[in-house]
């Protein structure tokens, strides 16, 4: 198994519904899972610490809601007539005119906070989310306020189920039990009930969610290399202007610093730069040769702010060796005169060199890191940064390690109350050059976040993808009759990925398709693979085999109920696109980084494993063909 499966088991998912819409070692340590501890006592214990709300809480929320749509307005009224348009559809105005009376109507805030969970494009965005949620916020804290008693009771129902949920999560975690736990705490945050319980579960099962590693040999590939490099010479050095061609042979190399919290590296360069030099003094033209042996480093360090650097530093030590001196008259007394003074100078003139040579060295190096930086921030900020920032799919945790081996990549994906890992990851085999850890947790969320009552429509995919890959692989492309796809997806579990038993199963969850002009009842499509081993040592193979045909289902369907004949038509059409996503096999055969990184040579897998919700998969290079 390699990249190309590692990769389809991560983004199937999303290529699945966008589609809609548009090598050694198997098994390793199971990860570790926190016991349920003191959670099921601390359940028993917030019954009694039921906190009654009160006008005061009705007023914070009523102040966070007016702020979040003072937030929101601003916004759209630096958008134009589309702002304009998004004011009219979320009845803005009305919203506003209720927060200035005391009493709120609650139907025309109700309304309100129903377009804002319409699915519509745009409505994922961090400004119409901030005053959804404080909305909600809002209205859920006046009801609470309003209807104390029963929600009395209803929070010690949900207490009791909590716990129950919990035991069965910390004997063996699933997507269900974790969607089920994150609901109920949703629910406590906005009720204001219980911190300290939702607190200790966040503490137990909020744990990193996605680990990848670079060891130094695999990341320096792609930066170290020869340098053979021709340039012109333009110096002054004691007054004698100089000219000349200089060429530069020589090495860069990488050279991790352990670091907790950056990924920082060196980078190195060692050579010997030569030249042929013409000067200018006076009535004399100097002739003269120079060898510079110069070494430089340069520091660099990645943070979730991009890539960053210190200035560069170098050392030169620069031989001259002067081959002629003529005055411009052909005078013997002046070339004589000019001789001696040039030997007595002869020291502090290559001292003067190497200072030059380091300051242009140095002032070279940093000009051209500099433009790098700016490419790689400016492409990082636009595709990932700012685009998740907006829509709040930002991990909520970034972080970078480096030892003296590799630079490690942490990162947690989760928010609102989510459930992430529930323990350590499992272990890397030893002698990986290349490798990622990831929970299906990581999938879940940010499939939850993205996506959930969200409507997607075929063309706007397409396009992302070719824009994201420069062209659109077949499994992406419409159907023989043109007819585009949409799909809205469900409000609570648009897609699940679940890793357990060395396998992997995905479920995209649609309340209604959408092909041409007609619309079609909503379907559960699924599919399950299975991790399959062959060959030994060097030759080891992975791939992952489809378990049977894909499932495609009515949410409501039970075995042994009919499917009536209006849903087996959307049932088939569903069957056959599915077909091309959902391949029977996903053969890995390696992989070749991109870019300068092809420089590592073939990727080959050594470990795969996917138990207890984790898929881990490992690779090093292949031995050089002989």
């Known amino acids: 198994m390699a990249f190309r499966m590692a990769h389809r088991v991560l983004v199937m998912v999303g290529v699945a519904t966008l589609v809609l819409a548009t090598s050694y070692v198997v098994g390793g340590p199971a990860a570790t899972v926190r016991p349920v501890g003191n959670l099921p006592a601390l359940c028993e214990k917030a019954k009694?610490?039921?906190?009654?709300?009160?006008?005061?809480?009705?007023?914070?929320?009523?102040?966070?809601?007016?702020?979040?749509?003072?937030?929101?307005?601003?916004?759209?009224?630096?958008?134009?007539?589309?702002?304009?348009?998004?004011?009219?559809?979320?009845?803005?105005?009305?919203?506003?005119?209720?927060?200035?009376?005391?009493?709120?109507?609650?139907?025309?805030?109700?309304?309100?906070?129903?377009?804002?969970?319409?699915?519509?494009?745009?409505?994922?965005?961090?400004?119409?989310?901030?005053?959804?949620?404080?909305?909600?916020?809002?209205?859920?804290?006046?009801?609470?306020?309003?209807?104390?008693?029963?929600?009395?009771?209803?929070?010690?129902?949900?207490?009791?189920?909590?716990?129950?949920?919990?035991?069965?999560?910390?004997?063996?975690?699933?997507?269900?039990?974790?969607?089920?736990?994150?609901?109920?705490?949703?629910?406590?945050?906005?009720?204001?009930?219980?911190?300290?319980?939702?607190?200790?579960?966040?503490?137990?099962?909020?744990?990193?969610?996605?680990?990848?590693?670079?060891?130094?040999?695999?990341?320096?590939?792609?930066?170290?290399?020869?340098?053979?490099?021709?340039?012109?010479?333009?110096?002054?050095?004691?007054?004698?202007?100089?000219?000349?061609?200089?060429?530069?042979?020589?090495?860069?190399?990488?050279?991790?610093?352990?670091?907790?919290?950056?990924?920082?590296?060196?980078?190195?360069?060692?050579?010997?730069?030569?030249?042929?030099?013409?000067?200018?003094?006076?009535?004399?033209?100097?002739?003269?040769?120079?060898?510079?042996?110069?070494?430089a480093r340069k520091r660099l360090w990645i943070d979730v702010d991009g890539l960053s650097s210190y200035p560069a530093e170098s050392q030169a030590v620069t031989d001259v060796n002067l081959e002629d001196i003529q005055s411009k008259n052909g005078s013997a007394m002046i070339e004589r005169l000019a001789w001696k003074k040039a030997e007595k100078q002869h020291c502090e003139a290559e001292s003067i060199a190497s200072n030059h040579a380091e300051a242009r060295l140095n002032e070279r190096i940093d000009q051209q890191a500099d433009e790098t930086i700016e490419r790689a921030n400016r492409a990082y900020v636009e595709k990932f940064q700012r685009p998740f920032t907006e829509r709040k799919l930002f991990p909520q945790m970034v972080r970078f390690d480096t030892t003296q081996r590799a630079i490690s990549l942490t990162a947690l994906q989760a928010g609102d109350g989510k459930l992430a890992a529930v323990g350590d990851a499992p272990a890397v085999v030893e002698g990986a050059e290349l490798s990622l850890r990831i929970h299906e947790s990581m999938i879940n969320n940010l499939a939850f976040d993205a996506l959930a009552g969200r409507t997607v429509y075929e063309e706007k995919v397409q396009a992302a993808v070719v824009d994201a890959l420069g062209k659109l692989p077949d499994k992406m492309k419409g159907d023989d009759d043109g007819k585009p796809w949409a799909i809205t997806l469900a409000p609570r579990q648009p897609i699940s990925l679940t890793l357990a038993d060395n396998g992997f199963k995905i479920t995209i969850r649609g309340v209604k398709f959408y092909k041409g002009g007609d619309a079609h009842p909503g379907m559960n499509i699924s599919a399950t693979y299975k991790i399959v081993r062959s060959g030994e040592g060097a030759g080891v193979r992975f791939k992952a085999v489809r378990q049977g045909d894909i499932e495609v289902l009515p949410p409501d369907f039970k075995p042994g109920k009919q499917i009536d004949a209006r849903r087996q038509v959307i049932r088939k059409l569903l069957q056959k696109r599915f077909a091309k996503v959902f391949e029977p096999e996903i053969v890995g055969n390696g992989f070749e980084l991109p870019g300068k990184w092809k420089a590592a040579g073939k990727m080959t897998p050594i470990q795969v494993d996917i138990k207890d919700g984790w898929l881990t998969i490992a690779w090093r290079r292949a031995e050089p063909t002989k």
């Not at 309304?111 to 319409?118: D, E, G, I, K, P």
């Not at 005053?131 to 129902?157: C, K, M, S, V």
């Open 48 to 295: 009694s610490e039921y906190r009654e709300l009160t006008q005061s809480d009705v007023e914070r929320a009523k102040t966070a809601l007016a702020e979040a749509m003072e937030r929101l307005t601003t916004r759209l009224a630096a958008d134009g007539a589309n702002g304009l348009a998004w004011r009219k559809f979320l009845e803005l105005d009305a919203v506003a005119a209720q927060l200035q009376t005391v009493d709120p109507d609650r139907a025309v805030l109700g309304r309100a906070l129903v377009r804002c969970n319409s699915g519509h494009d745009g409505l994922e965005l961090v400004w119409f989310l901030d005053f959804q949620r404080a909305l909600h916020n809002y209205l859920a804290t006046r009801g609470a306020a309003d209807n104390n008693p029963a929600i009395r009771a209803a929070f010690e129902r949900k207490l009791d189920a909590l716990s129950k949920r919990l035991a069965s999560y910390a004997a063996r975690p699933t997507t269900e039990d974790a969607l089920e736990i994150t609901e109920t705490v949703r629910w406590l945050e906005s009720a204001h009930q219980a911190p300290e319980l939702v607190r200790a579960i966040l503490h137990d099962y909020v744990r990193p969610n996605l680990i990848g590693e670079i060891s130094a040999t695999v990341f320096g590939s792609g930066l170290a290399g020869p340098v053979d490099d021709a340039s012109d010479v333009r110096d002054c050095i004691l007054k004698t202007d100089i000219h000349g061609t200089a060429r530069t042979v020589g090495k860069t190399s990488v050279e991790l610093s352990p670091s907790c919290g950056f990924g920082v590296f060196d980078l190195l360069f060692a050579g010997v730069t030569t030249s042929e030099n013409v000067g200018y003094n006076g009535p004399v033209t100097i002739y003269s040769t120079s060898t510079t042996q110069m070494t």
